[in-house]
């Protein structure tokens, strides 16, 4: 089993849906989690970090769920820029990374 | 405020010949990260290092890659032989704390 798991997608949707990416982790003593933005052949880039009490910066939100082992982002309202894979990112002693959920947002 | 620096940003060699890759982080970050990419998968990291000691590098295939970062700034990746299935991006992160910041990368095709 791998340590962070994604669904790989992709999503397909049209602009102005909802749309939600879950990811799990194996490792019950992982600290810190984050999501990841990472457009066609280019690096990632921190989209938001994840906390325990579920945290939203505008049309995003993330929450965390430490029982289940269980994270999950929410795009509202989603728009063409939006197209891109999502990468779940979580640390314990190193950071491990998922595969990536790859969104495209068609008009 | 300069981003991490990569380079080259493309190296296309014959399988059995040395690769070098070189990557400069962002200034005053003391923590440094090399990862491989392959295509559809996330980043895999290969070693960390705070300041110039590797204190991560359980991922590091030691037969062939080495790394090194002499003077805790810059660092290098090598392979030597290079392999076939050595083909992919290797990105190059740096953190002071928290968020990680990586360069764009090194594409690397091994024929």
């Known amino acids: 089993r791998k340590e962070v798991e994604q669904d790989p997608g992709p999503f397909n949707v049209p602009e102005g849906a909802t749309v939600a990416f879950n990811c799990t982790y194996s490792?019950?003593?992982?600290?810190?989690f984050f999501w990841y933005r990472q457009d066609c052949r280019k690096e990632p880039k921190l989209l938001m970090s994840?906390?325990?009490s579920g945290n939203e910066d505008g049309r995003f939100t993330a929450q965390l769920n430490r029982a289940s082992q269980y994270i999950s982002l929410l795009i509202r309202d989603s728009k063409l820029s939006d197209s891109a894979t999502y990468l779940c990112?979580?640390?314990?002693?190193?950071?491990?990374f998922g595969a990536g959920t790859r969104l495209t947002v068609k008009p | 405020e300069a981003g991490v620096v990569q380079s080259p940003r493309y190296k296309i060699i014959e399988k059995k010949q040395p690769v070098a890759f070189w990557c400069n982080p962002i200034?005053?970050?003391?923590?440094l990260y090399w990862y491989r990419q392959n295509l559809g998968q996330g980043p895999e990291l290969l070693i960390r290092?705070?300041?110039?000691?590797?204190?991560?590098d359980s991922q590091l295939p030691k037969d062939r890659f080495s790394a090194e970062r002499l003077k805790g700034v810059d660092s290098t990746l090598k392979i030597q032989p290079a392999e076939l299935g050595d083909s992919a991006v290797y990105l190059c992160?740096?953190?002071?704390?928290?968020?990680?910041?990586f360069g764009p990368g090194t594409r690397l095709t091994v024929t």
């Open positions: 992160a740096s953190s002071d704390v928290g968020e990680q910041y």
């Open positions: 490792n019950s003593a992982s600290q810190s």
């Open positions: 994840v906390y325990s």
């Open positions: 990112v979580v640390m314990g002693n190193d950071m491990r």
């Open positions: 200034s005053g970050h003391n923590t």
């Open positions: 290092y705070e300041n110039e000691e590797a204190v991560d």
